[in-house]
């Protein structure tokens, strides 16, 4: 939406062709800019997902409003 708002502003004669995010099978999109994470950080990146995955879910069920639910354990 925005890349489409900005290309339109700038009246780029582009289409822009919107498609699902491919992701590896633990969450972490398969993008050209993860390739650059550290062992560490591809650890991680997955927790961070399904961090937001939860949160969209929340707001879906009416919002973030009232005690935050207890810590869920790490991913493996």
């Known amino acids: ?12 004669p582009v289409e822009v062709l919107a498609h699902e995010t491919v992701r ?3 969450g972490l999109a398969l993008s050209s800019r993860n390739r650059y ?3 560490g950080e591809r650890a991680e990146a997955p927790a ?3 961090e ?3 949160i ?8 973030l409003r ?11």
């Open 48 to 50: 961070l997902y399904a």
């Open 66 to 76: 009232g005690p935050a639910p207890p810590a869920r354990p790490e991913a493996p």
């Open 56 to 63: 969209g879910q929340r707001l879906a069920q009416g919002g």
């Open 1 to 12: 939406m925005v890349v489409r708002n900005m290309c339109r502003q700038f009246q780029l």
């Open 37 to 39: 994470l550290t062992e």
């Open 24 to 26: 590896a099978d633990d």
């Open 52 to 54: 937001l995955q939860h």
